[in-house]
């Protein structure tokens, strides 16, 4: 039997394909779907890693304002990511990775959003432009070409999986949090080891059947996913430095205002 990869790279379908990959089932080939995207999308994660919000992350050091930001984001980026994969859960690109139990995050978003904003928090939620960009391209993608979604369920939720814990324990050092009150999003009640869960979720997604031309569609629309996640987090903090501008300058004119009173 001949490397696995090198098989499936000359007969993708063939039944000697198929024989090769089961005799070499526990290691991951390189024409597998799931290297293929992290190997395309390698570049993107140092970009996201390396945009603002992420690096006050990796300071181990969150501001309550950028926390309540990303929920919002995070809501609205969710709510579109599920609806699709809801809808097109019998699809045959979507099915074997439609994991709901073990994965969903919007309910556990709107507890968070419920704690940080209170009862009425869907009146009080902000939603950047980037923002409201991402959750269109996921709609799109839903409705034109479900096969795509693997790219953004990928993106979203085994990046959760990887970094998740740790983003989850420097939340709630820097906003003094205790008892996992407004941290439910970076818990996975329905997922024991994320690691084996991972690896679950690659095998799947390594079974999905794409011609070559879907392959490549799905690996650019992963590159596209990684891009929305960082326009996102620069749209966050825009915002954010806005604000501060904003109260700099209420602080200096009302100092100046207390100042003429004074004179
Ligand atoms: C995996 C770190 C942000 C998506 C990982 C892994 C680490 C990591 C250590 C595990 C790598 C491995 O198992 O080989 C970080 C850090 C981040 C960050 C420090 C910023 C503070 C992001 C963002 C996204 C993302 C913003 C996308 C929105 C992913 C994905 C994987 C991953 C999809 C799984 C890769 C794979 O196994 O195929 N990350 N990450 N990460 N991360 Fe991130």
Known sequence: ????????RRAPHG??????ARADDAQSGDSDLSEQIKSVTKDSHVRAENTELMLSYQKGNISLQ??????????????????????????????????????????????????????????????????HRYA???????????????????????????????LGRITQKSL?????????????????????????YRSRMNSVELSQEAREGVLEEAVRAFECNIEVFDDIQKILSVTEKANMQHREATHNGYMSHGA
């Not at 034109?144 to 990046?159: C, D, I, K, M, S």
């Open 176 to 200: 003094g949090l205790s008892g996992g009150e407004g941290l439910s999003f970076f818990s996975f009640p329905g997922v024991t080891s994320p690691n084996r869960f991972k690896q679950l």
């Open 66 to 131: 950028q926390y309540k930001l990303l929920l919002c984001s995070l809501h609205e980026i969710y709510r579109a990511l599920e609806e699709e994969l809801d809808r097109n859960s019998s699809h045959p690109g979507v099915a074997p990775i439609y994991f709901p139990q073990e994965l969903a995050r919007l309910e556990s978003l709107e507890k968070d959003l419920e704690y940080f904003y209170g009862q009425n928090w869907r009146e009080r939620v902000i939603v950047p432009a980037a923002t």
């Open 15 to 20: 039944a000697e394909t198929e024989k090769c």
């Open 136 to 166: 269109q391209r996921l709609r799109q993608v839903g409705k034109e070409n479900p096969e795509f979604l693997v790219a953004h369920a990928y993106t979203r939720y085994l990046g959760d999986l990887s970094g998740g814990q740790v």
């Open 1 to 8: 039997c001949r490397h696995a990869s090198d098989v499936k």
